[in-house]
Structure formats: C-alpha cells, structure tokens
C-alpha cells in the first residue's frame, strides 16, 4: 500500500521540499506527511526524485527510442512500393549527380513529387556508409529520435519530466512512431513528425508560456517539414488555430509581428523549393506521367493533394469517406491505449458538463492548458481526414503525439483517485513495450538472405538486368547491389503495376542468371550469355 501510495505522487508530481530542511513533504489526502513508518514510501518518492533531476529521464528517453529505431534495421525486407522507390530515387540521385528530379527505371519518376530533404539525407547516408538497407533507412531512424527529443521537451513545458517520460514510452510501446512507413522504413513520414513536433514546441512556449521570438522557429520547423512532405506541413496549423480562438489569443496573434514573420519564413522556405524545380526541374512528358502531369508541382499540389483529397486520383487507398475510420486506425495501430484514450475523452466531457458554465475557466486553467492544445490537434486531424476521400494508416502519424498525452493524462487523473492504478499502468507500459518489440523483431526478412548469399555475384555484374516483372522491393535491393541494373524497357510499365516472376541475367564471362521459378522465391544458376 505504501509503494502504491508513492506511485501516486510520481505521476501527481506532488512532492516538494520543506522549506529549510531536506526532509520530503509528500502531499496526501489527510494532508499528513511522511514520517519513519513510511519508509518504503519515502525510498520510492527519493528515486523519483533522483530521476526527474537534470536530464536523466530525457536520457533514457532517448536510449529506449535508439534501441527500438536500430534494433534490425537493415534486416527486414524494403517496403513494396513506397519505400522501394525512395531507395531507387536516392541511388539514382547519388549516381547521376541531379539534386532536383528523381529517376526511376531509367526514366524521371512522375509519380514521387515531394520535396527532396529525405532523398538528400539518404545520399549523404549512402557517401558515408554505402548504399544499403541500414543506410537507406539510417536518416529516418535518427529523425525519429530527434521527435523523441522535442515530444519530450514540448510536455515538459507542462507536465513533469516523468509525465513527459510516460508519454514517450507510450509512442515507443505501440505502432505510432516505429512502424513500417513512418520510423521504421526510408519513407517521408519520420521527418515530417520530427519538424511537427518542433513547431509544436516553438509553438507552445510562443503561445503558453510568453516566449515571442519562440514562433520564429515554428516557422523554420514548418518550412522544413515542407522539405520533407510537402504540403502536408501544414496539418497542425488548424488545430494551433483552433486553440489559439479557445484561449481568446487569437486576435492578438494576428497583431504579432513576430507571428507573421513566421509565417513569412515559412513563405520564403516553401517558395525557394517552387523556385529551385521550377528553374532547374525537369518536365514532363504528360503521355508517359502516371497523373499525365506536366511537371513535379503541378503533380505534389494538383495530384498528390487536391485529387486524393477530393477522391479524383487513381493512387491507392482507402477511398470513399468512410466513416470513424479515425478509431480503426487507432485501433490498428495504438494497441490497448486506444481504450485508454477513449477513457480521457470521456472523462474530459463528463468533467466539461459539471463544470457548467465555467467551462471555458476549466479548459484555459494552467493544468487544462495541455490537454486543450493535444485535443485541438487531434480533433482538426481528424476531421481533415475523415472529410477526405485517400486514406491511409500513415496520414495520422502526426496525430499520434497528442493522442499519447491525453492517454497519459488519463493514467495521471485515475491515479490521483486510486493509487493502486499506478502498478497497473506500470505492468501496462512493460507489456506493450516487449509486445511491440516481438513485433518489429518479427518483421520480415525472406529477401535479405538471398541478397547476403549472392551479394558478390550481384556487385561484380557488368550490367544486371531485368526481364519481365519484378516487385518493386526486388528492384531496389539489385538497386542497392549495382547501380548498374535496368528493367527491359518492355517491362518498365508492367513493372509499375505487377509483382510476379523475375529474371535477372548477369552476360559477362562467368554468366549467371537469377529465376524465380522456384516455388515464388530466387534461386541462382548458370547459364551462357551472348551478345550485350
């Protein structure tokens, strides 16, 4: 009972120092401090204490994320499709030299249209380590613990550092930041979470705790996410909107110089990008672009934006507005702490209701003041994209931040009522936490063998190539393996759209072939080439 009661006070954050003394006073519902017959107590509240000093908590933040973010990283087999071509994309940029269009089988890509930041990162990884999984992957996995980073200091403004610590270890023990397609894989969507949370943060001390100039670096944070997703950099901005008009800011927003400042550094970033493919880009040849585009803008802010939006675009997806897809996706991708979330909301509304007319005080408190930005975020996101007709599980990642502070905010409040609950919550972190690393322990790895057994014979080909269908994560592995490997020109459409049957010939001296006749997986032969 008296460890239970200790736990209490560790998420309530409610011990203190008694003036003049280093006796700890902890607070408690009879008011009554501790004294020797709460030993048990007291040796739990000093290694809280302990812990929440300096940064010791950030530390082991970030230690748990590094372990999750590398633990087999360049072991589980490329993603199909969209991670396959941002690794074919980089190795043509490093090999070709062209730092504006992406290449892909040997033609420009019409279909990838961001902003390059993440291609960038990839090829300066692929001039430091050479051209890999772990290296094509490496950008994204330090991205992700730099959002550990500012996740934690952007609750830290509000809540303690073990509140904040709480948060994190959420993130870390469900599918929200390492996942396939987000931390996980050489995709887009971990850069992006990391500059949302920077301008979250930049954000929050401008608005909350009257650091002016602060809103500058949201604008810098917003102008990279730009880099990196293009117009998606703009999803947090109705909800800062939304909060600032709850906390009766918002006219005064709109007199700040400095807001608008922000907002011009976002401008200028954005822009110099429509200025550098503009000028420097190439165009396209609209009967060969998937979209019949005639350019890479044109394609980010027509097709990859307003048609998916709208339900215009032939890309995959969950078409259609579907309604509540909002709630499978948690349910996909939150484990059990969905349920906890829903908690939280509905005691948030309950507590809104008794508050009567005074509901506006209780949501502008000092204490309220967090969950009150996290549920503005939450709820333009997910109106945003409930209205849109594509959608996919990775569009809410930067959801998952706010989502993970109200769960937190609901283990705090039941503990404050029940201080059993804080073991509970403890088994609950544990568990999830070795569950989702069975999970990324588990990902699959069938190609990476056969690329470890035929790495030589793959890199030291004149010329590799391609005959027939290949699956796109194939490709980018021989990719990876020797620059050198083209498609058949008559495979390159049915490349886009098929996966099936693969046959690579290598017509050097020592000819060999590679075949997946064998029972769908790659086997290796010999066989005599001739001509080129």
């Known amino acids: 009972q008296n460890q239970a009661f200790a736990y209490s006070c560790l998420i309530r954050n409610s011990y203190q ?26 040796n739990s509240v000093t290694r809280i204490e302990f812990l929440e000093r300096g940064n010791r908590l950030l530390f082991l933040t970030l230690a748990i994320a590094t372990f999750f973010a590398f633990w087999k990283l360049g072991m589980t087999d490329i993603e199909d499709w969209d991670e396959a071509r941002q690794i074919i ?53 330090i991205a992700a613990l730099a959002f550990f ?14 509140f904040a610590f709480g948060v994190c270890l959420i993130l870390m023990s469900c599918r929200a930041v390492f996942e396939p397609h987000i931390a996980r894989t050489a995709d887009f969507d971990a850069f992006l979470i990391l500059f949302l949370a920077g301008f979250t943060y930049c954000f929050a001390l401008h608005h909350d705790f009257n650091r002016r100039y602060a809103i500058l670096g949201a604008g810098v944070f917003l102008g990279l996410a730009f880099f990196s997703k293009g117009t998606t950099s703009v999803f947090l901005l109705p909800g800062a909107v939304l909060y600032s008009l709850i906390s009766g ?16 550094i976002y401008v200028l970033m954005a822009g110099s990008w429509f200025f550098i493919s503009a000028t420097y880009g190439m165009s396209f040849n609209q009967t060969e672009s998937i979209y019949g585009s005639s350019g890479s803008l044109r394609t980010m802010l027509i097709n990859d934006t307003w048609d998916r939006f709208v339900g215009q675009s032939a890309f995959e997806g969950e078409r259609g507005r579907k309604p509540f897809y909002f709630f499978v996706i948690l349910d996909i991708l939150m484990n059990v702490w969905n349920y906890v979330f829903y908690l939280g909301i509905i005691i948030g509304m309950y507590s809104l209701i008794r508050s009567g007319r005074e509901w506006k005080e209780k949501i502008l408190s000092k204490d309220n003041r967090l969950p009150a930005l996290s549920f503005c ?11 849109s007709a ?19 905010e609901t283990i705090r409040y039941i503990t404050k009522r029940n201080a059993h609950f804080a073991k509970l919550a403890a088994v609950l972190f544990i568990g999830l936490l070795i569950r989702h690393f069975l999970f990324i322990d588990s990902l699959p790895q069938k190609t990476t063998p056969w690329l470890k057994a035929n790495r030589e014979l793959i890199m030291e080909s004149d010329r590799v190539f391609v005959v027939g269908n290949i699956r796109p994560s194939i490709y980018a592995q021989l990719k990876l393996l020797n620059y050198r490997t083209h498609l058949a020109a008559s495979s390159a459409d049915e490349l886009r ?30 066989k005599a080439g001739e001509g080129d």
């Open 377 to 387: 975020m939450i709820l333009t996101i997910m109106l945003l994209l409930e209205a």
């Open 149 to 162: 980073f500012f996740a934690f200091s952007f609750v830290s403004l509000y809540r303690s550092k073990l």
């Open 390 to 408: 594509t959608k996919l599980v990775w569009y809410y990642a930067p959801m998952f931040m706010f989502v993970a502070v109200i769960v937190m």
């Open 17 to 42: 120092q008694s003036p003049g003394s280093t006796k700890l006073v902890v607070e408690s519902g009879t008011n009554e401090a501790p004294s020797s017959q709460h030993p048990i107590m007291l």
């Open 89 to 141: 994309n980089a190795v043509e940029m490093e090999h070709r030299g062209n730092y504006v269009d992406y290449f892909y089988a040997d033609k420009i890509d019409t279909w990838n249209s961001k902003p390059p930041l993440l291609i960038w990162g990839m090829v300066g990884s692929y001039r430091l380590f050479g051209p890999g999984i772990f290296s094509s992957r490496l950008p994204s996995a």
């Open 249 to 264: 800011k918002l006219l005064s927003q709109f007199k700040d110089r400095a807001v608008w400042a922000a907002l011009a």
């Open 497 to 526: 759209s098929g996966p099936s049957t693969a046959y690579v010939y290598r017509n050097t001296e020592n000819s060999a072939f590679i075949s997946s006749d064998c029972n769908d997986e790659f086997c290796f032969g010999t």
